[in-house]
Every structure is written in C-alpha cells, then in structure tokens.
C-alpha cells in the first residue's frame, strides 16, 4: 500500500478488492537444532503495576474513531449491505470496482458492533467524536455534514485534494464512493438517530464503560484548509493556525493546526469537550493530542505552559462536575505519543499534569504504527504511581513490506489485528513493563479497505490484558522501523532500524518481552532481516549477553502469517537464529548483533518468535 494512501485511513474507500490470495501457511521456522546456549538465571518476574482505581475497573479499552461504524456496514448489517460490481449511475458503464450498495444504514449496525466487542472481552468503548469537525450532530459546534444535501456531490470536491487526488475522472470516482460512504450518517440524521448518544445507549446494554475521545487538533483537511468539508471554519484563518511548528522537509501544511495559544481555539475545543460532557452519558474522557500532536508553538514559554496547564485543569473541572452529578467516577486522561519532554515544548506538560492529579490515565502510542520500546517503566518514575498508563496495541507492525506466497499481493504495512501472535507479543511486552491494561487503536483498519485474506480477529482481544494468560502462548515481536509515513517526528520515540553495519560493527537493540514458561517446549527465534543484495557470510547474534551465534538458517518466510501475508519482498532476505526461551526477561530484552564479514550489510528489520520448539 502506498504512503499516500496510509497518510490518512479515511482513504479507505479508494482502496480496490485485490484477487484472492494464496491461504496463510505456518513457516517451518528452522529445520536445524538449535546453537548449544548456557541456560540462563531464572529471572525475577517484575513487580505488578500498583493498583489503579481507574485500570481496576478499565484494562482492556477499545478507541474507536468517528467511522468505526460505517466503514464495513456489510459487516454489520448484512441483510441490508452488500460489495459488489454495479454500473454506475454517472457513467452508465460497469465499475472497476467492487461498490458498497444497499441500506439505509440504521443503530442497529451500532449495537452489533458493540455487541462483538463485549463478547470479546472490551470492559471499556472509548468512542471518538470528532476530527476537526464534530461528526455527530452537534448543537454547539460545526459538524461534518452542515449544509450537506443528499446527492451533492460537490459538497466533497473540495476534500478529494486532501486524499492526493487530482485526475478529474479520479476526483468523480473519489465523490461516487465518498457520498455513497457520507450517506450513512446521513441515513441516521433522517432517522432522527444521534450515533454518539446511540453508542453510549449500545455499551450501557451491555455493561461496557462508554467513554469519549476528542481529537485535539486533527489535520485530514490540511491540504485545502478553505475548501475541505473536513475542516471547522476556524482553520480558515491563517492567524488561527501554527507558524513555526514544521522544519526541514517536514509538511509544513500538515504542521499548521490550531494554535492553542489564542483564545478563540481554547474556546472552540472547550465548547465540543463542554457538549460530548454534558449532553452525552459518557464517563470517562480522553483528549487526543497524537492525532495530531500540535498545541502551541515550539519552545513554548513558562507562561503558555501554565496557560494550558489551567486550560486542563477547567477540562478537569468540568469532568468532576460530571462525575458529582451523576455518582460515577468520570477519569480524564491524554493520547500522546512517547517523548514527554517534546510534549512540554509545545506547551503540553505531562508531567506537572499527572503528578497533581489533574490527569487519570495516559495513553502513549505510535502514530500509524504500534511501538515495540514504549518506556512504561520511565513513565511510572515520571508520572506517578497515581495515573494509569495504559499500553496502546496499534494496527501497524512497522514499515517491512510483506506478501504473499505467490507474490501477487504485497503490503507496506502489516494490519496487525489480523495476527494474535503480533497481538500477544506487542500487549505481553507493555504489561511486562508495567502498563496497566490495554488500549486499542486503529483495530478495525484491517477490516476496512475489504482485501481477501486479511481480516481483524476480534477474539484475540479476549484476555490480553491479563499477563499470565499470554504467557506461554506464541508470539511475534518486531522492532519498529524509521520512516515519515508512519511516523510523527520528532514526537514519536526514534525508531532502532535501519542500521548499516560496517565491518566489524556491533549494535545493541532492546525490545519489551514477557518471560515465559520452561516447561511448554518453547524456544525463541530471533530473525535477521536484510537487503536482499547483501553479503552475508558472518553475522553473530547474541540474545541477553549469551554467547554469539553464527547459526541460522535463511528464509523468506515471516516468522508468522499476518492473514494471506506470509513471505518477505524480494528486496530482502531473512535469517533465522534460535534460542532457549529461557533467556527472554520480564521487560527489557537485549539483541546484539556484529559483522562479521567482509562488506557492509544493511540490517533492515529484526523479529522474534516465540514458539513450539521445532525439530
């Protein structure tokens, strides 16, 4: 899939149905015994998290964005949806594309999702209720279809740039599948049907906590800030917007959202957070500040940092009057991404924030891409023993291209929920660093562009918070991968890979694991994936200071399928390294890789496998 496309996933409805791809096959992993290794010290299991009165009641949360819904309404409604190739009324001419036809779209789609995801172990629903705009029928703010009138197509012209379409017959096929997709909420407004207050009535049925997510300053609209149905009118004024926030290469359109040092933003955002609050029964409340991560200018004064701080705090206000009213608990709690400090410098003061009490929960996340190295343990140094730190599962594995067995199909990106292996890894690591539960992002992308082969596994959610449940289960680590696409720098924590290796060289690389059982005949592999042009004739691998290994088996194969996903690109090549799982730690885990040959090798990416042992 192409950068453009993941630059935004509202892009989904461009995405076409690919053919069918080869069924995901099991890798034999190493057909070799493994290298004679010292058998490790039995490590300590680290101390548990100290108890939480939010995360005792909230460990396993689901974030749901403002098209969780209606992305995949044949999911969901199926008596009323169907995907199929019809002649398209514009053109009089059969489509190219398989087309989403049927409805209208009604709650009941609403209720269903939710009712998979309480039989799948969600305690809590954290529903998104906005981009720029409110994309429920606001009362307070604009919201994403004001002035919109059933079949004007013109009224999302102006948004086709903003989703790097320019062709005029791709810009009329982006508005046939955009309107027909726009035309779902708009079935629920001539219906009378709120879906925010419906997602909140759906989760009290099941007794799911329903919590709301506003997304601090959201930038899909960037490219065209006066023309994009996307954005609220505020963003049309250059005044209102940041200055100083891009550099270098970096998207400087992408860069420019509402700058919180003016009043009339504070008021604009204090207003949606006041109504979503007040007029809906949610009780609990997250602000999003990584999607985008943008608040005041760079290197932001003592005084804005107080400025925003005292804004918080009338957010904090607000939730605690809520929570008075009603007699439940209402947390408050922040999504950001992992570098605290660059927080502070646009005016976001984490630390000061939890440490008083004015936050409940964090959120730490990478943008497109789950992290792998997330440090839940410096956070609790920093933040507290107060607040609840979350670990945040996202939808992307990192940036390796992969395909199938046959090599018809190919993605950049990995949709991780199609994977419980990936699943289990990445949750096992934030809780053995001592997150407090789990936090979902981005699940449900696997499902949306409708690709054969790749579809989210709902049930691996099931328990994934509980530490002892994945031990022993198999797993697939991977390290994330440096690459402007999935990454919002310099917010996010830089990425370990690639790295170029010189003759001679060693590099250390740390990675979050679970310690696992000894008596289920488990081992590691750990993989070492190159360029495919490279030499590689000596490349020790030494895991938790156990002495190097030269042995290793080369492969194309991932370590596991993620859906119809099974084999490396050819532009590189993988090669397998076992190990006792006895040497894997509760926490941090070290893999130490040297060159020992005679040309310089590109190490691409690193994964890891725990699995039944093989012959």
């Not at 996307?230 to 270098?248: A, C, D, H, I, T």
């Amino acid at each position: 899939m192409c950068a453009k496309n993941l630059k935004s996933r509202r892009n989904f409805l461009r995405n076409s149905l690919v053919s069918a791809a080869a069924a995901p096959v099991l890798p034999n992993l190493l057909g070799t015994a493994p290298a004679e290794q010292p058998e490790a010290i039995p490590v300590e299991k680290k101390a548990l998290p100290p108890k939480n009165p939010v995360s005792d009641k909230h460990r396993n949360l689901f974030n749901g964005d403002t098209c969780v819904f209606f992305y995949n309404p044949e999911m969901w409604q199926p008596e009323d949806f169907s995907v199929k190739t019809v002649k398209n009324p514009r053109t009089g001419k059969m489509n190219t594309k398989p087309t989403l036809v049927g409805g209208p779209f009604k709650a009941k789609a609403i209720h269903r999702y939710v009712d998979v995801l309480a039989d799948n172990g969600i305690d809590t629903f954290v529903i998104n209720a906005n981009a720029s705009r409110a994309w429920y029928p606001s009362k307070k703010i604009t919201s994403i279809l004001d002035g919109y009138k059933r079949g004007d197509r013109d009224f999302f012209r102006g948004h086709a740039i903003c989703q790097g379409i320019t062709e005029p017959e791709a810009v009329e096929e982006f508005l046939d599948t955009f309107s027909t997709f726009m035309n779902l909420y708009q079935d629920l407004l001539d219906a009378g049907v709120d879906w925010l207050a419906e997602t909140s009535k759906a989760c009290r049925a099941r007794k799911i906590a329903p919590w709301v997510s506003i997304r601090m300053n959201d930038m899909h609209g960037s490219n065209n800030f006066d023309g994009s149905f996307f954005n609220v009118p505020l963003l049309k004024q250059k005044e209102m917007r940041l200055q100083n926030s891009s550099y270098g290469s970096i998207n400087s359109l992408y860069r420019q959202g509402l700058n919180y040092e003016k009043r009339e933003v504070r008021d604009l955002m204090f207003t949606q957070i006041r109504e979503v609050v007040e007029d809906y029964d949610f009780e609990g409340l997250e602000l999003d500040w990584l999607r985008n991560p943008l608040c005041c200018e760079p290197n932001a004064t003592p005084e804005t940092i107080g400025m925003m701080n005292d804004w918080i705090r009338q957010v904090r206000a607000l939730t605690q009057s809520r929570a008075k009213k009603t007699g439940r608990p209402y947390p408050l709690g922040l999504r950001i991404p992992g570098r605290l400090d660059i927080l502070k410098s646009i005016g976001l003061d984490v630390v000061t924030l939890c440490q008083e009490g004015t936050i409940d929960f964090v959120s730490p996340s990478g943008f497109w891409c789950t992290t792998w190295d997330m440090p839940h343990d410096e956070f609790r140094k920093r933040l507290g023993d107060r607040v609840a730190i979350y670990g945040v599962v996202e939808d992307g594995a990192n940036g390796l291209p992969t395909q199938n067995q046959t090599g018809d199909f190919s993605q950049r990106l990995r949709y991780i929920s199609a994977s419980p292996e990936v699943l289990h890894a990445n949750a096992a690591g934030k809780l053995a660093m001592g997150a407090n539960g789990i936090e979902w992002f981005n699940f449900y992308c696997t499902d949306q562009p409708r690709l054969p082969g790749l579809k989210a596994d709902y049930a691996a959610m099931r328990q994934i918070d509980k530490l002892d449940f994945l031990r022993g289960k198999p797993k697939h680590y991977c390290f994330a991968i440096g690459g402007k696409s999935f990454n919002h720098v310099p917010f996010e924590l830089p990425a370990q890979l690639p790295v170029a290796l010189e003759l001679g060289d060693q590099h250390p690389f740390r990675l979050a694991m679970c310690a696992e059982p000894t008596d289920k005949n488990l081992e590691l592999t750990v993989q070492i994936v190159l360029k495919a042009g490279d030499e590689m004739k000596y490349l020790p691998v030494s895991f938790n200071g156990c002495w190097p290994t030269l042995k290793n088996e080369r492969t194309s194969q991932l370590l596991f399928p993620c859906g119809s996903l099974t084999h490396h690109t050819k532009d590189h090549i993988a090669y397998n390294y076992r190990f006792p799982v006895s040497l894997v730690r509760d926490g941090w885990n070290e893999i130490v890789v040297e060159n020992g040959g005679k040309l310089p090798v590109n190490l691409v990416c690193i994964e890891l496998a725990v699995h039944p042992k093989t012959a």
